[in-house]
């Protein structure tokens, strides 16, 4: 089964299911009552033909605005369509990611894939089912309700049959989904809770087509960018003059700060920029803030209060409690994807430029590039290929724009632009720095009555967005866009606030969003948002607050937790990791983290053993044991891999992770400077699902990504007596902290 | 004339001696497997073997290997008849993004010619210098002592 599209075939439609009018009479699919909502982003594109097709020679085309980063969200999907249509897996041909040919689904983030795409494909599978059944039911002269259907084959009692493709007859699927096609009951299902393979690992192990760096269409060139050397520097002087007489040099590309190169050879367009960056002069910004200095610039900026919960606090008017408080931070880190950001661009004789991207977001990135170069946005059309995984919003979108702008230079060519290593440790927009601080006042138990949480965090959310001033290169034109004004994002997701309202129950609870809508490095988007730093600070605190209680770090949350599922999920954890027979040996210590991801999705506890050596302060891992609740299961390996692999990367987040970096530029420009866990650092991980059959996709990608830090450092504590606030927990500062 | 013999097939490489052999593979010959990552070897995205061992080829000059045995991932099998290691990270479902893949089985590939029966510890440190973002170590290493043990 292939995964990717062929542009010209789906455009053809080729014998696509028409729907007679009669049909559609005697159906009762009448229209909705008004407001009545449908699954997912089937309210904003509701038409079945817009998600669906029956195609010649037996496949069924399933199109898609999500797109597949690793996640396995294409499998997923077809594992829904299968199940749903009662078709063969193998039988789907998905096309997704493609701005003229798929539903505009928005961004893939969020966790938002599954209950916005998977949800509708589930309802446009039911519904285009039932219609073939109609079909059938009338071709067979029999009733619909009498039909049974095995792989697209549709079976009366008597025996006669019709498959899906006898019954298509051209056209489409030209009506609108109604969301009353029942789903499928559990029993009975193929699909829809088994793992399924993924469909993109075979050509992955094999070296076979599948990402966007593997396209090499003829007359393919070179292209590279000349970056600044610091944020906000401007070209002062370039002698291009030796690099554009080098033989296989096609074009010297400068507008303004923008300094590119196309070359018929990769290593040359390389060599070029070597040679364009000795050559050129740059006018360097000499203030700015640091890796150190920028979380009092946090607090120093004028920032827009946003109290997101506000109740009276009780302790006040009652008798004096014990007041406790605490200060958490996290820096900057980057998506560090291990494939540099690429794209392929080509400008057509008709106008167009045509973008191959691993964009999360093909539709507003291509409205953005086509604002960037001044044309109309039918004149840009963004096709979604994967890449390396992003984990959020990383240079995908430049290397677009990047691509683009070189591809206007040379007509008709297709350029392809890789990013250097240095240009996407150095230039990504980074998920930014917080300070988070909490209080709380506690009874005679030790019980917390109110709780109060402060956060400060500059925007993260800056992705393309439709404006050219959210890509990188536009900011260094000769006409700069400036970057749009930074919002935060409100309820229910939130953005730099996310999930800094505390799930427990307390008598109070008071939080405030200290939102910085400025920027000391360049910011956006990853995997979880402020999730990870607030999660981080509220079960540190929780965990700081059951020490001081004399209470077990379980049963102290479970004090003040209420919600039946988190609760579950809690206790699980605690006991796949063996919490309450847990032996403690010297050095060694347990620690546990837990969150409903944004409030309203996930469900999902960490627990963890870590050893810490005193001598050296070096922390290490020794298991994982983690339990998660999305609600219904597709693939539950899926699912599996998803959360382990957020673990491992909150570890390494937590562990070594900060982007250095000063007036002069960012100084973690590779894998030297910006270390990542490695494999003998990765523990042993197991993961378990609680199942929930019936109840909505709530998505998983981040769900794990703040418990799994909070759990590391209460781990910490519990080996060493040791409290870090302060994220990486690098020997040094574990080392402090022990002689502190 | 200067020859590259990947996969069991001699190319002619004239003129491009100097060139990284990850850009001759991946841009003359066209092949997917090795994955430019860092152009640093840092990473190991890029792995190929030459003569059996493994090597960066991101900072390898084409040059430099003319006339050596270079296998690459598609050296070790194909989409339709996947070889031992490849089937073995198919089995294990041993990635998320898959960016990383080539790098870790050829890396594992190297490992399991020499020691046929590692332990996990010894798959974890053949490893070590290849990076992975997407958080799929366990699954790899699960893959790499599958594929040993099916040998
Ligand atoms: S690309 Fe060669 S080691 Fe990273
Ligand atoms: S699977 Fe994505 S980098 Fe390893």
Redesign the interface.
């Known amino acids: 089964m292939g995964v990717s599209a062929n542009r010209r075939d789906v455009l053809k439609g080729a014998g696509a299911l028409v729907l007679g009018f009669e049909f559609v009479a005697d159906s009762a699919l009448a229209a909705d009552a008004p407001g009545q909502k449908l699954p997912g982003d089937l309210n904003t594109t509701p038409k079945i033909s817009s998600w669906l097709r029956v195609e010649e020679g037996g496949k069924i085309r399933l199109l898609v605005g999500k797109v597949e980063l690793g996640q396995g969200v294409l499998t997923a999907v077809a594992q829904i369509c299968a199940e749903e249509l009662d078709v063969d897996m193998n039988r789907l041909v998905i096309t997704s990611g493609d701005t003229r040919l798929v539903p505009d689904e928005g961004v893939t983030a969020g966790s938002f894939s599954m209950p916005n795409c998977g949800s509708a494909v589930r309802q446009v599978a039911a519904e285009a089912r039932q219609i073939l059944l109609g079909l059938a039911a009338k071709k067979l002269g029999v009733d619909a309700a009498s039909l049974g259907v095995a792989d697209g084959v549709v079976k009366a009692a008597d025996g006669k049959t019709a498959t899906y493709w006898d019954l298509v007859a051209g056209g489409e699927f030209e009506v609108d989904a109604t969301g009353k096609a029942p789903i499928k009951a559990r029993e009975g299902r193929r699909y829809v809770g088994k793992s399924a393979p993924r469909l993109d690992i075979p050509f992955k192990v094999s070296g076979a087509r599948i990402f966007v760096q593997d396209l090499r269409p003829d007359g393919m060139l070179h292209g590279r960018v000349l970056r600044p050397p610091a944020y906000d520097s401007k070209l002062v002087s370039l002698d291009s003059s030796s690099v554009e007489k080098t033989a296989g040099v096609v074009k010297v590309v400068r507008n303004g700060s923008f300094v590119g190169v196309v070359a018929e050879r990769e290593e040359l367009a390389m060599d070029a920029v070597a040679e364009l960056r000795a050559q050129a002069k740059w006018d360097v910004p000499t203030t700015g803030e640091t890796q150190d200095t920028v979380y009092d610039w946090l607090l120093r900026q004028e920032p827009e209060d946003i109290h997101i919960r506000k109740e009276p606090v009780v302790s006040i008017a009652e008798k004096p409690r014990k007041v406790v408080g605490a200060v958490y931070r996290r820096p900057y880190h980057m998506h560090a994807s291990i494939g540099p950001s690429t794209a392929v661009a080509t400008l057509d004789a008709d106008g167009v430029t045509h973008i191959q991207t691993h964009s999360q977001s093909v539709f507003e990135t291509s409205i953005a590039i086509a604002d960037m170069l001044g044309v109309d946005k039918s004149k840009v059309h963004c096709q979604h290929e994967q890449g390396s995984g992003c984990y959020g919003h990383n240079a995908a979108d430049d290397a677009a724009a990047d691509a683009a702008l070189l591809a206007q230079a040379v007509p008709g060519r297709p350029v392809r632009v890789q990013w250097t290593r240095s240009d996407e440790h150095k230039w990504e927009p980074y998920g930014p720095a917080m300070v988070v601080s909490t209080a709380a006042t506690t009874d005679e138990k030790g019980d917390i009555v109110d709780w109060m949480l402060e956060l400060w965090s500059t925007s993260h959310g800056t992705r393309p967005g439709g404006k050219a001033g959210n890509l990188l290169a536009a900011r260094y034109l000769e006409k700069p866009f400036a970057l749009p004004k930074p919002v935060n994002g409100g309820p229910p997701n939130y953005a730099a606030d996310r999930n800094a309202i505390a799930i427990y129950e307390f008598q109070s609870q008071n939080v405030t969003t200290h939102f910085i809508p400025t920027f000391a490095a360049r910011a956006s988007a990853e995997r979880g948002l402020g999730a990870y730093a607030n999660v981080f600070a509220i079960e540190s605190f929780i965990d700081e607050l059951a020490a001081a209680a004399g209470a077990d770090a379980v049963e102290y949350r479970l004090r003040h937790l209420k919600d039946e599922r988190g609760r579950a999920i809690l206790q699980k954890a605690a006991e796949m990791f063996g919490w309450r027979d847990y032996k403690k040996t010297p050095g060694s210590g347990r620690g546990i983290g837990f969150a409903r991801y944004k409030g309203l999705a996930a469900y999902c506890a960490v627990a963890m053993e870590v050893v810490v050596d005193r001598g050296s302060g070096k922390v290490r891992v020794t298991r994982v044991a983690c339990a998660n609740d999305c609600g219904e299961v597709v693939s539950p390996d899926g699912v599996k891999n998803q959360i382990e692999g957020g673990i491992v990367q909150s570890l390494s987040w937590t562990l070594k992770e900060a982007v250095r970096f000063g007036p002069g530029g960012v100084r973690s420009a590779d894998w030297a400077s910006y270390p990542i866990l490695t494999f003998s650092e990765v523990p042993p991980i197991t993961v378990e699902l609680i199942d929930r059959p019936g109840t909505p996709f709530l998505g998983t990608g981040e769900a794990s990504q703040g418990p799994t830090g909070a759990a590391l450092a209460n781990a910490v504590f519990d080996a060493t007596g040791a409290r870090l606030r302060d994220i990486p927990f690098t020997p040094a500062r574990v080392k402090a902290a022990l002689q502190a | 004339m200067p020859a590259l013999k990947v996969n069991g097939h001699s190319h002619d490489i004239d003129g491009l001696e100097d060139?990284?052999l990850l850009?001759v593979l991946?841009?003359d010959l066209?092949?997917?497997?090795p994955?430019?990552?860092?152009?640093?070897a840092?990473?190991g995205?890029c792995t190929v073997l030459v003569d059996g061992e493994p090597v960066r080829s991101c900072v390898t000059a084409a040059g430099v290997v003319v006339n050596q045995e270079i296998t690459?991932?598609?050296g070790?099998?194909?989409?339709d008849k996947?070889g031992k290691?490849?089937q073995a990270?198919?089995a294990e479902?041993a990635?998320?993004?898959?960016?990383?893949?080539?790098g870790v089985?050829m890396r594992a590939k190297a490992l399991l010619d020499q020691n046929p029966h590692p332990s996990e510890?010894e798959?974890?440190?053949a490893?070590?210098?290849?990076?992975?973002?997407?958080?799929?170590?366990?699954?790899?290493?699960r893959a790499v002592l599958r594929a040993a043990a099916e040998a």
């Open positions: 060139a990284p850009f991946r841009n066209k092949l997917n497997g994955k430019f990552g860092c152009g640093l840092q990473c995205a690459t991932l598609e070790l099998g194909s989409i996947p290691l490849q990270f198919i479902q990635m998320q993004c898959g960016y990383c893949v080539n089985i510890g798959v974890r440190l490893l070590d210098g290849n990076l992975c973002r997407c958080g799929a170590h366990n699954r790899m290493v």
